[in-house]
């Protein structure tokens, strides 16, 4: 299941932008954040996907929710302009951002070309 972040697990769990001005993953495998509002129809959507893959893929890649609602300051960081966004965090490199609801194929993809997880 897709754990969901405020602000404070963001910093313990992710990256401590308050800290760091370089980006600085914490985690130890590749992740997927899905930035969503509970009004958002494409966001409900895209809800079951990202429960499915933080099932199929547990153990290889964790999954969280930002509620951006809820967390407007962590919205604000990243830029989030439209929702559902994604970012995909590779272990050692940059964090890569994808706008819009993106369908199940289309993660696996992604995990496949960003994280090098093929299943």
């Known amino acids: 299941m897709a754990e969901h972040l405020t602000k404070e697990t ?3 769990k992710i990256f401590d932008y ?3 001005t370089e980006w600085k993953y914490k985690g130890e495998r590749p992740a997927i954040i899905d930035f969503y509002a509970d009004w958002c129809g494409p966001c409900k959507m895209v809800a079951p996907v990202i429960e499915e893959l933080s099932t ?19 919205a604000g960081v990243f830029g ?3 929702i559902p966004s994604l970012l995909f965090i590779p272990v050692g490199a940059q964090p890569q951002m994808a706008a819009g609801a993106i369908p199940k194929d289309g993660f696996i993809r ?5 994280f090098g997880i093929k299943k």
């Open 18 to 20: 308050e800290k760091e």
């Open 80 to 82: 989030i302009r439209s």
């Open 10 to 12: 963001f910093i313990e």
């Open 56 to 74: 199929e893929y547990k153990g290889l890649v964790d999954v969280y929710k930002i509620d951006t609602e809820d967390q407007q300051e962590l």
């Open 110 to 114: 992604a995990f496949e070309d960003i």
